[in-house]
Structures are given as C-alpha cells and as structure tokens.
C-alpha cells in the first residue's frame, strides 16, 4: 500500500451529504484518531459500502489521501451493534456518547485509549435496558482519558481532605472543594460523603473498586463538567432524558 493509502479500524461517529450522491463521514480511527472522510456515490440506491457505514457501527476502512480529505476506497464491517441499537433511548445514548467524543477531540491525533472507550461503550448501550444510566460513568471515563478529570481527592483549593460533609463541585477550580473553601458558596453542587465516593468510583478504572451507576447528584456533577469543558451541551443529550 503506498504513503498516500492506509486500512485501519473505525467507528462511524456521524456523517452529512456532498452533493447529490456524496457523504463525508467523521471517523474515529483506531490510528490515527478522528478523521474526516468522504465516500464517493455512497448515496446511490446500488452503493455497496451504504450499509456497512452505518452510524456507530466499528468499520474496517481502506483510505486514501485526497486533496482536502482523505476518500474512503473500501469498507467493511467489524461489529454492528444496530439490533442493540434499534431502540430509542439506546440509540440517543450510543449518539450522545459519539457526540461529546466528536466535540472533545481533536483531528489526526490517535487515542486509542478514547477508542476502546467508546467501543466499549456502545457495547454496553447496545446490551443495556437503562442505557440512559450509563453515561455518567462514561462521561467522567472520558475525562480521565483526556486528562481532564476533575481532582476528588482532596480540595482542589486548599489541599484539604474533605469530612463528612462531603465537598462541593468546584467548575472553575477544576475538582472538589471542601465546606470551608466552598461550603458558603451558593452556586455550588453540594456532594455528600456518600456522592463523593459514588464520584471516585464512576471514575475508577474497571478492577479497582468501579461503580457503574451514579447517584443523582453525581449524574448532575458529571454533565456539567463536560458542559463547562465544552461551554456547551451536545444536542443528543436532550434526547436521552426524553427517553429515559
């Protein structure tokens, strides 16, 4: 294969038309990281690679370097997770998981801890009956891969452990804060002793004493966190909680 042509292993994150038998599809690669690219004809009634590109599906891709995108030559199915997938609430959840991965990261930089993160993920949605439940754990996952995972064990301010009065989600300082250093603050999310450790464990990798499911103030702590880092919310997130 030459310099300009490579294969890798990708998860269809979204996708939008070119022209009248065009689409362009932003792929997370498996080497490469997010990738945009386009598929010629993959509209047309008899386009073969229509059905394997199918949004959230794990593809393997045959790419060639364009002049402003890389084209899409071949594509084939690893893992379609569709008929775990083929339920409202699932699918909103596996989207908003592919949305915030999209608005986090960067083109052309491999992340192959994101990927097996979010291919893990989808899974999990595809096979869960509360798929709605799982996307604190990915949310706070996903910032500890990217490095932005706020500081829990111990106030982000002062250094101070926290007691049993829990602590305080802290946005601008990055972490947890303690109740003297934001206790008096009115704006701040209160986590009590049992939330904050609810909040390691969604946090912890697999092995270590991880929980799977948040309590409700750490669901809250952990979307806006992710909305702070973005200063937005991804589109998709309105859908889950219509349909969980």
Known sequence: MSERSSTTDAIVLRARPLGEADRIYTLLTRERG??????????????????????????????????????????????????GLARPDALATASLFAETVDLFIEPDLALPEIYALLTGAIA??????APATLVPRFQLRLL?????????????????????HGAWLD????????????????????????????????????????????????????????????GKRPKARALVYEFS
């Open 124 to 129: 999990a949605v595809a096979a869960s009956a």
């Open 171 to 230: 946005l601008e300082a990055g972490g947890l804060g303690c109740e003297r250093c934001c206790g008096a603050r009115g704006d701040a999310h209160s986590l009590d002793a049992a939330d904050v450790s609810n909040f390691r464990a969604l946090g912890a990798e697999r092995g270590t004493g991880a929980a799977l499911i948040a309590t409700m103030q750490v669901a809250r702590a952990a979307d806006d966190i992710v909305t702070w880092h973005l």
């Open 34 to 83: 997010k990738v945009d690219a386009v598929a010629k004809g993959v509209r047309r009634p008899r386009s073969s690679m229509s059905g394997r590109l199918e949004p959230l599906a794990e593809v393997r891709v045959a790419l060639h370097k364009g002049r402003s995108l890389d084209v899409i030559t071949e594509a084939r199915t690893v893992k379609s997770y569709w008929t």
């Open 144 to 164: 500890h891969a990217l490095g932005l995972a706020p500081a829990d064990d111990a106030c982000v301010r002062c250094g101070d452990g926290f007691n049993e």
